[in-house]
């Protein structure tokens, strides 16, 4: 089983910030199957990254993803009020599929 | 408008069983597969399975063999998620959601359907 890290746990940061989450395999991933989701309280999960650095549809230019074997990378160049959310990485490459535990943005 | 919409909440006894409806609409039910996703209180996401609506393959992880079936009925592009023998632990907001294949995402999902187990 592939076990997703991340970090930090919480990331305290002020809107116009620059946000770096960090997301670590227990074995390398394909890029391919690596995704990043965007939840926030009481919601389901919205897609925002796939294949490591392909972004969703209609989701903004502010959000990039870039990494590749055992660690990845979700930037958020100039949080905007509703980035203050948590965000969970995600690998499909190998079953069983696992989460990482999450990352919250929170406003400082 | 493309959704996906879930039954809705259950309140079950530990040992008994709980089904999850997550209906499709507006696009093809058999092009994408369908995945269950579950997230207890205050906690992370847990996969637990999924099913290809086209030909009804399915595959769990081996923590709920046995335990979980997923089935679906093409003709009302509905989903299904039934989960035996409950278990507090098994509290959580379960969750359907829409892949193209293993490399694109989760990139619909359902509004979730929580699920309480309680004596």
């Known amino acids: 089983e592939i076990v997703l890290t991340q970090s930090p746990g919480t990331l305290s940061l002020s809107p116009g910030e620059r946000a770096t989450l960090s997301c670590r395999a227990s074995?390398?991933?394909?890029?391919?199957?690596l995704a990043w989701y965007q939840q926030k309280p009481g919601q389901a999960p919205r897609l925002l990254i796939y294949g490591a650095s392909s972004r969703a549809t209609g989701i903004p230019d502010r959000f990039s993803g870039s990494g590749s074997g055992a660690d990845f990378t979700l930037t958020i160049s100039r949080l905007e009020p509703e980035d203050f959310a948590t965000y969970f990485c995600?690998?499909?490459?190998?079953?069983?599929?696992?989460f990482g535990g999450g990352t919250k943005v929170a406003i400082k | 408008q493309v959704h996906l919409v879930q039954s809705g909440a259950e309140v079950k006894k530990p040992g008994a069983s709980v089904k999850v409806s997550c209906k499709a609409s507006g696009y093809t039910f058999t092009d994408y597969y369908i995945h269950w996703v579950r997230q207890a209180p205050g906690q992370g996401l847990e996969w637990l399975g999924w099913?290809?609506?086209?030909?009804?393959?399915?595959s769990y992880p081996q923590s709920f063999q046995g335990r979980l079936t997923l089935t679906r009925d093409t003709s009302i592009s509905i989903a299904y998620m039934e989960l035996n023998s409950l278990k507090s632990d098994d509290t959580a907001v379960y969750y359907c959601?829409?892949?193209?294949?293993?490399?694109?995402?989760?990139?619909?999902w359902g509004q979730g359907t929580p699920v309480t187990v309680s004596s």
């Open positions: 959601a829409r892949v193209l294949s293993f490399t694109h995402g989760f990139d619909l």
């Open positions: 995600h690998q499909s490459g190998t079953a069983p599929l696992s």
């Open positions: 074995q390398g991933v394909s890029s391919i199957y």
């Open positions: 099913i290809n609506p086209n030909s009804g393959g399915t």
